[in-house]
């Protein structure tokens, strides 16, 4: 069975810092997807950014990158210029990687990210 | 517009109540999948359907059904609803593998 694992309950940054958010996993598999997802205030689930684990390259979304270490099972988010709106629970994900059909989203527990002035 | 709808946003009721959350996509979704979401564990799959007539257990099923019978809605049923079951539920859809979900904006049930 896979898991997630997210160390940082809460976290907190300035606006216009940059913030990076730990994420670690644990898998027998070599073929995976790994996710960032956004759940502000208004409880939506939003997808900020995925990582094919067969591609080296970190995946970039604007401000959001992510640094992908498969020999460490590592998968964190960093966060560029903060801005208010980024003030949010942030989880991470995994989701095997399984021939013709989609498969679970396994979760970690969550770091929630509070963004000052 | 793409998207999930899952119905109602808010439920409060009583113990042993029977009750059902909708859920709808319109995006042609085979996978469909509930996950309930509590403080400190994260969100947790409670079942998955992969097609029409096809669902199966997820990590935390008891206490729950579903069913799908047309490959848009996938109802999540509560036959008898307990306080352990007080939790934010969410529905989402997936048509691709590695693209992720598609979220419904989330269902908080209150059982007094």
């Known amino acids: 069975a896979q898991t997630v694992t997210q160390s940082q309950p809460e976290m907190s940054v300035q606006e216009a810092e940059t913030v990076t958010l730990s994420c670690t996993y644990d898998t027998s598999e070599n073929n995976y997807y790994l996710f960032w997802y956004k759940q502000p205030p208004s409880r939506q689930m939003i997808l900020v950014i995925r990582q094919e684990a067969y591609k080296q390259q970190n995946a970039t979304e604007n401000r959001f990158s992510v640094n992908f270490q498969k020999a460490a099972k590592s998968f964190s988010l960093k966060i560029s210029d903060s801005q208010l709106g980024d003030t949010a629970m942030y989880f991470c994900a995994f989701s095997r990687r399984i021939t013709g059909t989609a498969s679970k989203l396994t979760f970690g527990t969550g770091t929630r990210l509070q963004v000052t002035l | 517009e793409a998207q999930v709808t899952q119905n109602p946003r808010y439920l409060i009721t009583v113990t042993g109540k029977k009750l059902t959350v909708t859920c709808s996509q319109n995006m042609n979704h085979e996978y469909m999948s509930w996950y309930r979401q509590d403080p400190g564990l994260g969100l947790r799959q409670i079942y998955y359907?992969?097609?029409?007539?096809?669902?199966d257990k997820g990590d935390v099923p008891e206490g729950y059904k579903v069913s799908r019978k047309e490959k848009r809605n996938f109802p999540l049923i509560l036959e008898s609803p307990s306080p352990n079951q007080t939790s934010l539920y969410f529905c989402?859809?997936?048509?691709?593998?590695?693209?992720?979900?598609?979220f419904g904006s989330g269902t908080r049930l209150t059982v007094v």
């Open positions: 989402a859809s997936s048509g691709q593998r590695g693209y992720g979900y598609t």
């Open positions: 359907s992969m097609n029409v007539e096809v669902t």
